[in-house]
């Protein structure tokens, strides 16, 4: 997928005021609008143009945009960085645009996040918009509830007309057990209200960052856990580290890799709490010394042993 440069397309510099930016794709669209242009590919011109704009002259999907920008590097296939908009803060009003109406590139970026509901109108008194960001928490704030500063930038327009993000700290109580994809809701911590309106509310989708050690299927923890071959030949009982700190694993004699053992309720804390499941990963002792091949040539030579029967060779 290629990266597009909205800005190009629209003829401004990135820097470039919202009124720039709405001068120069009124001017642009009348060239290109199929019913008058005589160029050959002048709808999919207009098209693009459509799409530069619906990005460019939204202040948080501009923000998004130019922050993604900063970090792609020209001449190679383009691939929005994991979690790239986590700590991006974004309203509740009407974009105007849907992701499926735009090119992949479009999609990748504001198809979902960043698609907002409805229609931005309000009476006079009437509750402020809602606002949304995703924010990355360790596993360990969600297995024992913790407090923690979070950094969001929010986009705003400054009195030259340029868009520019400024940050905004909150010190937000992670309760113990939220898994990836549930929200905190922030009361008023949205925008203001009209009127005497209450403010909107600010929630905050939660997203794990990645454990060295642990994966997370839901309330479930899944840990790889190397092995001596003697230990899974023989059987043994292991220490296995734990969120809720250090237990001892019984290996059952005659264990193989990829065998799965379940540590009960060693998950995320939950009711009833999620497992953590050990995955047997047997480890091979290196050849590195003399000894040490003379102990696999013996092995060779008197364990009647061929991993590759079941593949008839």
Same mark, same amino acid.
Not at 113 to 117: E, S
């Given at each position: 997928m290629d990266y597009k440069d909205y800005y190009k397309i629209l003829g401004v510099a990135r820097d470039a005021t919202q009124d720039?930016? +709405?001068r120069s794709y009124r001017k642009l669209a009348r060239k290109y609008h199929p019913d008058v242009s005589k160029e050959a590919n002048a709808e999919a011109l207009f098209k693009e143009l459509g799409e530069a704009y619906e990005v460019l002259k939204d202040t948080e999907k501009r923000a998004a945009y130019n922050q993604l920008g900063d970090n792609w590097k020209g001449g190679q296939e383009f691939r929005p960085p994991p979690d790239w908009n986590a700590g991006f803060e974004f309203s509740g009003g009407h974009t105007g645009g849907d992701a499926k109406d735009y090119s992949d590139f479009f999609g990748s970026l504001f198809g979902r996040?960043?698609?907002?509901?409805g229609d931005g109108r309000a009476s006079f008194h009437? +509750?402020?918009q809602d606002h949304h960001a995703k924010v990355l928490i360790d596993l360990e704030d969600t297995y024992y509830g913790a407090t923690r500063a979070i950094t969001l930038r929010v986009p705003v327009v400054d009195a030259q007309g340029h868009v520019i993000t400024r940050e905004r700290v909150l010190n937000v109580n992670i309760p113990k057990g939220i898994r990836e994809g549930q929200h905190i809701r922030l009361s008023g911590q949205g925008s203001a209200g009209m009127g005497e309106g209450k403010a909107g509310d600010l929630y905050l989708k939660i997203e794990l960052r990645s454990h060295p050690l642990y994966r997370v299927?839901?309330?479930d923890l899944?840990?790889?856990?190397?092995v001596a071959p003697w230990e899974a030949a023989l059987g043994a009982t292991v220490k296995v580290p734990t969120l809720g700190g250090i237990v001892e694993l019984k290996i059952p004699e005659g264990s193989v890799s990829g065998r799965k053992l379940r540590l009960k309720g060693r998950g995320i804390p939950s009711d009833p709490p999620g497992d953590c499941y050990v995955m047997l990963e047997i480890m091979l002792p290196p050849a590195d010394t003399e000894s040490a091949k003379d102990l696999y040539r013996k092995m060779a030579q008197e364990l009647n042993f061929n991993p590759r029967a079941k593949m008839g060779v």
């Open positions: 720039d930016i +709405k996040d960043f698609r907002k509901d009437a +509750k402020g299927d839901g309330k899944y840990l790889d856990l190397p």
